[in-house]
C-alpha cells in the first residue's frame, strides 16, 4: 500500500517499554469499560491512543490507572452488544482525532 511510505511507526515489544516511551505524552486507553465517550475529548496533536487485545483487553492495572487519571474512553454501544473488534474501533478514534485535527467538517 502506497501511504506506508508516509507514516512513522512505533513499534514496541511491551507495555513497558510502551510506558517509557509514552511517559511524557496524552495517552488515551480505549476500553469496552471506560467511561468516557470518545468523542467528547477534543484531541491534541501528538495524542496516542492504546487498545487492548481482542482477546482480553487492556490489563487491569492499566484500566485502573487510566480510569483514575480519567483516560480511560470507550465507543457508545447499542444495548446487547458486545463490542466492536479492535480494528474497528481504532479506525473510528483514530479518524474522530483526525478530524478534529485537521477541522473536516461536512460540506
Known amino acids: 500500500m502506497d501511504y506506508w511510505r508516509k507514516l512513522n511507526p512505533v513499534i514496541l515489544d511491551d507495555l513497558e517499554e510502551f510506558q517509557i516511551w509514552a511517559e511524557n505524552r496524552r495517552v488515551w486507553y480505549m476500553s469496552a469499560h471506560g467511561k468516557r465517550n470518545y468523542a467528547e475529548i477534543s484531541y491534541q496533536q501528538h495524542d496516542v491512543f492504546c487498545f487492548g487485545s481482542e ?17 480511560l474512553v470507550t465507543l457508545p454501544m447499542v444495548p446487547q452488544a458486545r463490542c466492536l ?18 477541522a473536516w467538517s461536512p460540506k
Not at 55 to 71: F, I, V, W, Y
Not at 85 to 102: F, K, T, W
Open 55 to 71: 482477546a482480553s483487553g487492556l490489563p487491569c492495572k492499566t484500566m485502573e490507572n487510566a480510569s483514575a487519571n480519567d483516560t
Open 85 to 102: 473488534n479492535v480494528s474497528s474501533a481504532a479506525a473510528i478514534i483514530v479518524y474522530e482525532g483526525l478530524r478534529q485535527l485537521n
